[in-house]
């Protein structure tokens, strides 16, 4: 008996024909024998209509009323799924995050799983019940609805998977696997069979959003096999297809660089002539931390007249609230201007091979000069080198990039 | 200090502006003094659009999940009006059914209140906090979301009144009050400044919609003051303005009929060649209240060869569930056909001065007579006559009674 968990995105939900195509796609797995969890998502474009209702009324808006309404996308989900199986004969019920409950901390609109209580569900699937659960959304400790961020859903399932010790979590989603890159940015993108948890986990991060970051870290610690691949196309259960997420000890062959991902989601602040003395860091991004802003790329210039050069990006999302904070601070700190470009793209190489090869920042940095485009900011991890660039020249960047790896299809 | 509960309608939180005029509202009343609750309903459409997502995928669906469904949009209104409101800088939260929680029994979709602990919520007004309620919903004993039925944000609107011991509710609606009939048939309909909660329950209940019917129960039980009025006119708090719906004492000149009401929501059926014999209309009926079907009109023709007729009315909406009812019990009453007709339109004139006067029924069935109108049943209560019509003459008979009963306006 193979317990899997089935992940479907908005646009696998889209209208109430692709929901019919779910439900057959999941009643062939409980046909073929196997204990189905299901997590989804919103209809596509329900949650951008539901986020711009609460930005439109007051861009600074309480991140906890802001969860209750944005939920409601996956609950919505969630029942019209549970009624397209039971119609197709199929006991199903639905499960919104604060049933189960899928405890998470408090932090509104960006929360994490803390506990997922398993038992009740397996109990029910071992009698042939599948459980539909609302994706994205959980309960905080105060009985508050809590989401996840961006892309939660694909969280939910992970931590599901985990939480039902699933043999299998299948990301269904609009492309049929993991690319060398963004195949409409380079036609000649290749799909891999497999990847590992940390390139994929880099890949994520930096925009490649078949994979939401947090749900990929969640698969490695955890160590849930993970499979994304495409609710279009039909694959028979047991069928090999997509793109398996696994342990690097699983792939023989590794390729120096694995993708190329971008992101055009970063916005860059710029502050100049900041003092330069012990603990102004740590005042900086202390104030944004407090108002939940996650800072992503730092660079800090050698200090010259005593005043230095603090140049960072954060989520272009949090770019009202990183404004306000750092004006918060500005008596504090006394910088002296700051600047702010939200027209920025990271570029990122990525690869496990990376670790034993050399060479392979400088390949980008010289494939990016041939082109004549600038670098504003390098940050480097073991696995990944990332640019940030001016985001005009994002396609142009990333097809250079691809081709100067290899990595072109034939 | 006065507690009263607000209620808005789907027409009055129909789009964000909508949302923020609600806003500016309830904060004249906090500035007036006063503490304050609010329910609301789901923006006007978003209903309609999540009960055609249900039927679409299986007209009998899993009411559980229908719940689970439709419930969202008063979740979505609930926390947009909170945003809203806090942009204004009044303190104000968002209250689902399941974090009152407010407990229903378990007839999913048209559960019934049976409890809401206000204990939490008074408390928190009492320091300015506005409770904004998401209207229509609460949580049945097994856990699941319940709904209340079409229009039951009202009866939430009504149960947290008596609940919260509001010295009156306000029902906002897109109508300034209540009329003497519906000013789109009959231009010269009056509004009421007061009415009784007898007569507003016998036109709740056969089609004015301004309120519903089991709102207007729980008023008269619970003694609690409602009065109608208009979300899109600009009363100041405490202006005497809408229509009163209140104690029968408190009205000194009583009318013989209050009103002119019409519905065309019912369906008729009739059972053709019923056997006459002891227990049959229990078997019938009892069939359908196991449906969860409300039978409103009832006539048995006089037996014949030893059957008879039997004819009655049911919501339009539960058609599909009654006539598979009484599908199943064919075979255990040997009925000889079943008709089946939604093409009917039930007239009805209300007031609680009928009681002491004679005359009216007839007065009524002169009217129709006169315009050539046909009756098909005919049922009364202590202040109401109502008739069953074909549903092409609904305008024509309304106007026609309008007139008789003396109701135009000068």
Not at 266 to 291: E, H, N, Y
Request: hydrophobic share 45%; aromatic share 4%; proline share 2%.
């Amino acid at each position: 008996m193979t317990r899997i968990v089935m992940k479907f995105g908005g646009t696998s939900v889209a209208d109430i024909d692709r929901i019919r195509n779910v439900a057959q796609r999941v009643k062939r797995e409980v046909e073929h024998g196997n204990q189905v969890a299901v997590v989804v998502s919103a209809m596509a474009g329900v949650t951008n209509q539901l986020v711009k209702y609460c930005t439109d009324l007051s861009p600074l808006h309480d991140a906890r009323e802001y969860d209750a309404v944005v939920a409601t996308g996956e609950q919505v989900t969630s029942g019209l799924l549970a009624i397209a199986l039971q119609d197709l004969g199929i006991d199903a019920r639905s499960w919104q995050g604060w049933q189960i409950p899928l405890r998470t901390d408090r932090a509104h609109s960006k929360a994490r799983i803390q506990e997922i209580p398993g038992a009740e569900l397996i109990r029910r699937m071992e009698t042939g019940q599948v459980a539909i659960v609302a994706g994205f959304q959980g309960l905080a400790d105060d009985n508050r609805i809590t989401t996840l961020g961006r892309g939660g859903s694909d969280t939910s399932a992970v931590a599901l998977a985990a939480a039902l010790k699933a043999d299998r979590c299948d990301i269904y989603t609009d492309v049929d696997g993991v690319y060398t890159t963004d195949p409409r940015i380079v036609p000649q993108a290749r799909k891999l069979a497999k990847i590992t948890y940390e390139e994929m986990l880099e890949l994520a991060s930096v925009g490649a959003k078949v994979l939401q970051t947090r749900s990929v870290e969640l698969a490695m610690n955890e160590r849930v096999r993970v499979r994304v691949l495409s609710s279009f196309t039909d694959a028979l259960p047991g069928e090999d297809t997509g793109t398996l997420v696994v342990d690097e000890d699983e792939i023989v062959e590794k390729e120096n660089v694995a993708g190329i991902a971008y992101s055009r989601d970063d916005a860059k602040f710029t502050l100049r002539r900041v003092p330069d003395r012990p603990g102004i860091a740590a005042c900086i991004f202390g104030a944004l931390a407090d108002q939940n802003v996650n800072v992503d790329m730092i660079v800090q210039n050698i200090s010259a007249d005593g005043t230095t050069d603090m140049t960072f990006t954060v989520g272009k999302a949090d770019l009202p609230r990183a404004r306000q904070a750092l004006a918060d601070v500005k008596g504090q700190i006394a910088y002296g201007e700051l600047q702010e470009d939200p027209n920025v793209a990271k570029i990122s190489v990525v690869g496990v091979g990376m670790r034993s090869h050399a060479g392979v920042a400088n390949t980008m940095f010289r494939a990016l000069a041939d082109k004549a485009i600038n670098i504003q900011v390098i940050s480097t991890s073991e696995i990944k080198v990332s640019v940030l660039i001016a985001a005009e020249y994002t396609e142009l960047a990333v097809r250079a990039l691809h081709t100067a790896y290899g990595l072109d299809a034939n």
